[in-house]
């Protein structure tokens, strides 16, 4: 009779060792057992990048990369994307339950008043050059608030924590917002309560001289669900940051701040600004296959393709082509889409990326969009940052609630010099 159960022969000893299999995992550490010799440390796993290994459980959001699922909570992402708004799509992530409509009243209406940040936030930010890049300024101003809300260090008070996600979300918008018009040195606009979430940060980041500021509701409608999409996706690098830095005990603004450093990067949320220097390089869509055989060549990768989990098209690629088309008829169309879409035409037919199964992913059409609705370039991985930070802290507060989880410390694989005695500077060649 079958059972759950792996058996392992070591071939140094001859010795046999059943390890049980549970949720299609064996536990890394029922490999300690197996050792060569009595004094051996025991039998380790390697794994660099995590390719096969679970840090946690979880019971946020599934993927299933082959078919191209993503669900948060069980909830298909179609489904929020069509019906759900960012600040109820935040909730469930993070409570785990879609709120009842007095719940989500008081969520919203929370959010809402916790969007100003410190005057001091602004002074601290005209320390920045007038060219810092955005995510350089995200990175400094959020890790700054932990220094202005000492009692983000309760993080096992469960009220604590709630003040601390409330404000983090609140407070996103407006540091973004602040960062950009300190970029262009424009005046900072401050939040309007009467405004959605991101008709909110629209009016905050290009309020220019209007007594009140009305979003285009197509684009604030189109940017919540831009948010929705990019509102969690398992554990990726960033999310991955948040609990290694959260797992030491650190407040969730500087666990924050680790996040959005790993999100920075062009592998990982960088990659949105990375596709549109990428389409401004290729400049017209005749260029495209030279452009792809560069790529085959190994002369770099296409940006916006290619993911860890999907070896399908990406679920939320497919849905931001199709808002591309709506926030276009409002804005004009971005002239860089015909680039995008031959790249796309080209590279789906094309065997190195059929065979290596690298498809779009969600940064492919995400900055088209962005750049149609005036943001610039540099700020498009802030834009992934402030709905990601949902998921960040919904995977934050998941592992500190989890009694399994310790402070996250890999083992390596010792292959330097063997012990050795110090040489004197005189001695050396
Ligand atoms: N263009 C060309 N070749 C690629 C690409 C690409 N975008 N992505 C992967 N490959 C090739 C790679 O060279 C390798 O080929 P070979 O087997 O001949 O060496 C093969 O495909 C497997 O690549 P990998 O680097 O082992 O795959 P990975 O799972 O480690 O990397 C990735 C995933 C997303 C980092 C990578 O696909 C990539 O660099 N893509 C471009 C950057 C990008 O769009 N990032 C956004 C990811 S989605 C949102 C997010 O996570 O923030």
């Given at each position: 009779m079958a059972t759950d159960t792996l058996t392992v022969i070591d071939n140094r000893t001859g010795r046999r060792y059943e390890l049980p299999i549970t949720h299609g995992t064996i536990?890394?550490?029922?490999?300690?057992?197996?050792?060569?010799?009595a004094d051996d440390f025991g039998l380790m796993s390697y794994d660099p990048a995590f390719l096969n290994t679970a840090s946690c459980q979880s019971r946020i959001t599934y993927i299933d990369g082959d078919r191209g699922v993503l669900e948060y909570r069980g909830y298909p992402i179609e489904q929020l994307a069509e019906h759900s708004t960012y600040l109820e799509t935040a909730y469930l992530l993070l409570h785990g339950e879609l709120p009842t409509g007095r719940q989500l009243e008081a969520w919203v209406d929370s959010i809402t008043h916790h969007t100003m940040?410190?005057?001091n936030i602004k002074r601290l930010l005209e320390g920045f050059r007038y060219d810092a890049h955005p995510m350089g300024m995200l990175v400094g101003t959020v890790g700054a608030l932990s220094t202005f809300y000492p009692d983000a260090k309760q993080i096992h008070d469960p009220r604590a924590r709630e003040i601390q996600i409330h404000r983090l979300l609140a407070k996103l918008p407006t540091l973004a917002a602040f960062l950009y018009r300190h970029s262009v040195g424009m005046p900072y606009a401050y939040p309007d309560n009467d405004l959605s979430y991101t008709g909110n940060f629209l009016n905050m980041l290009f309020k220019t001289t209007e007594v009140k500021y009305k979003p285009d509701p197509t684009l604030e409608r189109a940017l919540d669900v831009l948010f929705i999409l990019h509102a969690d996706h398992e554990q990726n690098c960033s999310a991955n940051a948040m609990r290694a830095v959260g797992s030491s005990h650190v407040d969730p603004y500087s666990a924050s701040a680790?996040?959005?450093?790993?999100l920075y990067g062009p592998l990982h949320g960088g990659a949105n600004e990375a596709v549109l220097r990428m389409l401004d390089q290729i400049g017209a869509k005749d260029h495209v296959p030279a452009f792809v055989q560069k790529v085959k060549a190994g002369e770099g990768r296409l940006m916006g393709f290619g993911h860890r989990v999907y070896k399908n098209y990406d679920p939320r690629a497919t849905l931001i082509k199709r808002l591309a088309d709506q926030v276009f008829a409002v804005t004009g169309r971005n002239p860089k889409l015909d680039i995008a879409l031959e790249l796309e035409r080209i590279a789906l037919q094309d065997d190195y990326f059929v065979t290596r199964k690298l498809y779009p992913n969600v940064d492919f059409y995400s900055g088209l969009i962005y750049?149609?609705?005036?943001?610039?370039?540099?700020?498009f991985p802030v834009l992934f940052a402030i709905p990601r930070t949902a998921g960040w802290l919904a995977q934050w507060q998941e592992m500190l609630l989890d009694p399994e989880q310790k402070i996250a410390r890999p083992r390596q694989v010792y292959r330097g010099p063997g012990r050795r005695d110090y040489v004197p500077l005189e001695r050396r060649g």
């Open positions: 536990r890394a550490m029922d490999l300690r057992q197996i050792k060569g010799a940040v410190h005057e680790a996040a959005t450093a790993a750049q149609a609705m005036r943001f610039p370039v540099d700020l």
